[in-house]
């Protein structure tokens, strides 16, 4: 009977969210069995997510938990409110500087309802590390179109794509924040001066942001790679004395950097090379996506499981006469 009762479980799925959109709406998920990104601290899953009873809100997300043991509620949150913090950033960075277009998501935090059976098969073949269980806690986040590349790793160190806008925005978060927090691992899609960024790093004093916040240890090390450039010219300096004189060791544990410096890979390897974190052979999944149409109206019926072939929901379509063709992001760093 226990083997007859987990076979029901098909389908990864999460509960309504336990954190709303700008909207005011709840929404869930339902994503694949096998990720599509495996970094250092997290595992990113495609699927879809709803808002509940609701089939045409369905939109194309990125599912993320945590690598370590289960996401907690309070770390699940605590991510979500480093997000909107962010965006707080950008809006007031955005006064000094009109000509950029700097915008974060926002993602949800929401429990897993059911975990699928076929996780095991596919954690075999695929050979990664991370199991799903029943009550932790995920972050669900649109999935954005375009390129989806790093521009500054969690530690400060910046990548080929990052332009000195993005790094004086950090800078400003500093400054902003009254010297109380700085925003890193800044990751999204840029599209001319306009920048839409996913989930950031927040290290604060007082590790309010979750699991990837280092404290004070997090915002030395920051500014020990950063350097500041002609967007930064009216921003105070940063300085160690600062900190606390514990500072310079409280980042080695219990977050440690050790394995956020770029390191080399063979020319052989493709698709999730990046050089914060060390990805092992993953399969990276390369879709395509219809986008969805806007929101409107309420359904009855509780939405349909994910269909993991045509990357849509069983029952009423969503297309609407056209498909948006996504590429494999070249860097994912989680």
Not at 34 to 55: C, D, H, L, Q, W
Not at 289 to 305: L, N, R, T
Request: aromatic share 12%; glycine share 8%; with cysteine.
């Amino acid at each position: 009977m226990g083997i007859l009762s987990k076979l029901k479980h098909t389908d990864n799925c999460t509960l309504p969210s336990l954190t709303k959109c700008k909207d005011g709406h709840e929404w869930f998920s339902s994503f694949e069995f096998y990720p599509i990104a495996v970094g250092s601290r997290k595992t990113a899953f495609e699927g879809m997510m709803y808002v509940p009873n609701n089939y045409w809100s369905q939109t194309p997300a990125i599912i993320k938990c945590t690598n370590y043991g289960q996401g907690t509620e309070d770390d699940g949150k605590a991510e979500v409110s480093g997000a909107v913090k962010a965006q707080e950033f950008a809006e007031g960075f955005s006064k000094r500087f009109p000509q950029f277009s700097i915008k974060f998501l926002r993602p949800l935090a929401a429990v897993m309802d059911t975990v699928s059976v076929f996780n095991g098969i596919f954690r075999f073949l695929k050979g990664y590390d991370k199991v799903l269980s029943e009550g932790e806690c995920v972050l669900l986040e649109e999935k954005l179109e375009g390129d989806f590349v790093s521009f500054i790793y969690k530690n400060g160190v910046i990548t080929s794509n990052c332009e000195p806008i993005l790094q004086a925005f950090c800078h400003y978060t500093y400054s902003a924040s009254n010297e109380e927090l700085v925003m890193s691992g800044l990751q999204g899609v840029r599209n001319g001066h306009s920048y839409t960024l996913s989930t950031p790093c927040v290290h604060s004093r007082a590790r309010q942001y979750g699991n990837t916040d280092a404290g004070e240890g997090g915002i030395s090390t920051f500014f020990s790679h950063h350097q500041c450039n002609a967007y930064c010219s009216e921003l105070p300096k940063f300085s160690p004395t600062d900190l606390s004189a514990s500072s310079s060791i409280s980042y080695e544990k219990p977050y440690s950097f050790e394995d956020t410096f770029p390191v080399q890979y063979s020319s052989g390897r493709s698709g999730c090379d990046s050089p914060e974190f060390s990805y092992t052979e993953r399969s990276m999944l390369v879709t395509a996506e219809i986008h969805p149409p806007a929101y409107e109206g309420v359904d009855s019926q509780p939405p349909p499981p994910y269909d993991f072939q045509n990357k849509a929901c069983h029952g009423k379509s969503n297309n609407a006469g056209s498909s948006n063709h996504f590429s494999s992001p070249d860097v994912r760093t989680y």
